[in-house]
């Protein structure tokens, strides 16, 4: 089967975020058994060795430099083309930045493939690569968007949880874009991956004609290996892409108002932020005792081993993440909230595979709970990292994606 991949994100290498991680392990996965075209775009941070890197993992690696961003303007040039993008963004029912990747030269290229009969199935993974489906491509190849998570959503939970970093901004593209972006594209497609049930249910509305597929995300078991001895001590560890709106704000909640609380109890308690490109507010928290922000770091998996809990107090978007099952799989007991452990049966009628914590107060409760027993520590690790082998390594989830993108084809 000859697949096209359209990511306007680099995928390489898979630790910068989320839809790094994804792309790349899907698309690694199904390199095995089919040809493999992608088309990607590079920014300033991209090296020419990790170029040649992406290109041991396809059959064919086509790369287009990112639009440049807008030189130093003066205040009234920057209003204006604020205006002018928000404007063209309501006329489109397309997000800004969306409209800011798009190439013609890209969307040359795919027509090409299209037209010329070039592929078998074009994925778009994430959804800001819709802008180059045309809808009447669905009845000449099959077009899966692996959709990450829903932009709607996403924006949405950020306003109710205050987290978001431009409310008025937001509250009007919500109302006047984005719900109406989903909707429009969603129907371009034969068909929609999502990573959770809960996007699902969010797509069903906009598209209950078709299938939807629910695919989470997995881990690298050789990448992320189960700790071979627990630690002990009072070391807290937090992961992720420091620049990412949602992890800043888990990082200041927890630095701010759970910390000082847990060191009432146990002053040595240490909080490590682990990830690269640390926002200023971020680096403003090393001031508080016990906070520790390390920027990126070699391995993420050495500092996960020496913690001796982690935790993931997101308070806002969607899916399932990463940064939970990599520590799952790497053995280190977990305290999250709802967020954090969206997509996972960790309680309840499920064995005990993480403590659930939303307020203050529940964190302090279940950390110092793990403090105080280690056999709970061995039983939360034992039992998630069983979890992780059997329903989320990226084997599992390359074997279904490759299933949906195979659909039309066993059909005819």
Same mark, same amino acid.
């Given at each position: 089967?000859?697949?096209?991949?359209?990511?306007?994100?680099?995928?390489?290498?898979? #630790?910068?975020? $989320?839809? *790094?991680?994804?792309?790349?392990?899907?698309?690694?996965?199904?390199?095995?058994?089919?040809?493999?075209?992608?088309?990607?775009?590079?920014?300033?941070?991209?090296? +020419?060795?990790? /170029?040649?890197?992406?290109?041991?993992?396809?059959?064919?690696?086509?790369?287009?430099?990112?639009?440049?961003?807008? +030189?130093?303007?003066?205040?009234?040039?920057?209003?204006?083309?604020?205006?002018?993008?928000?404007?063209?963004?309501?006329?489109?029912?397309?997000?800004?930045?969306?409209?800011?990747?798009?190439?013609?030269?890209?969307?040359?290229?795919?027509?090409?493939?299209? =037209?010329? +009969?070039?592929?078998?199935?074009?994925?778009?993974?994430?959804?800001?690569?819709?802008?180059?489906?045309?809808?009447?491509?669905?009845? %000449?190849?099959?077009?899966? @968007?692996?959709?990450?998570?829903?932009?709607?959503?996403? @924006? %949405?939970?950020?306003?109710?949880?205050?987290?978001?970093?431009?409310?008025?901004?937001?509250?009007?593209?919500?109302?006047?874009?984005?719900?109406?972006?989903?909707?429009?594209?969603?129907?371009?497609?034969?068909?929609?991956?999502?990573?959770?049930?809960?996007?699902?249910?969010?797509?069903? #509305?906009?598209?209950?004609?078709?299938?939807?597929?629910?695919?989470? &995300?997995?881990?690298?078991?050789?990448?992320?290996?189960?700790?071979?001895?627990? !630690?002990?001590?009072? &070391?807290?560890?937090?992961? $992720?892409?420091?620049?990412?709106?949602?992890?800043?704000?888990?990082?200041?909640?927890?630095?701010? =108002?759970?910390?000082?609380?847990?060191?009432?109890?146990?002053?040595?308690?240490?909080?490590?932020?682990? $990830?690269?490109?640390?926002? !200023?507010?971020?680096?403003?928290?090393?001031?508080?005792? $016990?906070?520790?922000?390390?920027?990126?770091?070699?391995?993420?998996?050495?500092?996960?081993?020496?913690?001796?809990?982690?935790?993931?107090?997101?308070?806002?978007?969607?899916?399932?993440? &990463?940064?939970?099952?990599?520590?799952?799989?790497?053995? /280190?007991?977990?305290?999250?909230?709802?967020?954090?452990?969206?997509?996972?049966?960790?309680?309840?009628?499920?064995?005990?595979?993480?403590?659930?914590?939303?307020? !203050?107060?529940?964190?302090?409760?279940?950390? #110092?709970?793990?403090?105080?027993?280690?056999?709970?520590?061995?039983?939360?690790?034992?039992?998630?990292?069983?979890? @992780?082998?059997?329903?989320?390594?990226?084997?599992?989830?390359?074997?279904?994606?490759?299933?949906?993108?195979?659909?039309?084809?066993?059909? *005819?």
């Amino acid at each position: 089967m000859r697949i096209l991949m359209l990511s306007s994100t680099f995928p390489y290498p898979p #630790s910068r975020g $989320g839809t *790094e991680i994804r792309t790349f392990n899907l698309l690694k996965y199904l390199q095995k058994k089919h040809f493999i075209t992608l088309i990607t775009q590079y920014n300033k941070e991209v090296t +020419k060795a990790e /170029v040649e890197e992406l290109r041991k993992y396809v059959n064919e690696l086509i790369v287009f430099p990112l639009p440049p961003e807008p +030189k130093n303007q003066s205040s009234i040039k920057r209003l204006l083309a604020q205006v002018g993008r928000f404007t063209e963004s309501v006329l489109k029912a397309t997000p800004p930045n969306v409209l800011h990747r798009y190439s013609p030269a890209i969307q040359a290229l795919v027509d090409d493939y299209v =037209e010329n +009969k070039k592929c078998d199935v074009i994925t778009c993974e994430h959804s800001v690569n819709e802008i180059y489906i045309r809808p009447e491509f669905r009845n %000449r190849v099959n077009t899966v @968007v692996d959709v990450h998570s829903s932009i709607y959503g996403w @924006v %949405r939970n950020h306003l109710q949880m205050n987290a978001s970093q431009n409310v008025i901004r937001d509250r009007l593209y919500l109302s006047l874009v984005l719900q109406r972006y989903e909707r429009r594209y969603s129907r371009k497609f034969s068909h929609i991956v999502v990573t959770t049930e809960d996007d699902r249910q969010e797509f069903l #509305s906009l598209r209950p004609d078709i299938k939807i597929a629910v695919i989470p &995300n997995g881990v690298d078991l050789q990448l992320f290996p189960y700790r071979s001895q627990d !630690p002990g001590k009072y &070391n807290l560890i937090f992961v $992720g892409a420091m620049d990412a709106s949602h992890n800043i704000d888990a990082a200041r909640f927890f630095a701010l =108002e759970v910390l000082p609380e847990i060191q009432k109890y146990y002053p040595e308690t240490k909080f490590n932020i682990v $990830g690269a490109r640390p926002a !200023p507010e971020i680096l403003e928290l090393k001031n508080i005792p $016990g906070v520790i922000v390390t920027g990126r770091v070699n391995s993420m998996v050495e500092y996960l081993h020496q913690a001796t809990v982690c935790v993931v107090p997101l308070r806002t978007g969607f899916g399932i993440k &990463n940064k939970t099952l990599e520590a799952m799989a790497a053995g /280190v007991p977990i305290v999250a909230s709802d967020r954090g452990l969206e997509g996972l049966a960790v309680d309840g009628t499920h064995p005990l595979r993480a403590l659930r914590a939303n307020l !203050p107060q529940e964190y302090v409760a279940a950390i #110092s709970k793990l403090f105080e027993h280690p056999q709970i520590r061995s039983k939360l690790s034992q039992n998630a990292r069983q979890l @992780v082998e059997t329903e989320f390594t990226w084997d599992i989830a390359g074997q279904r994606y490759e299933q949906v993108c195979l659909e039309n084809k066993n059909r *005819e």
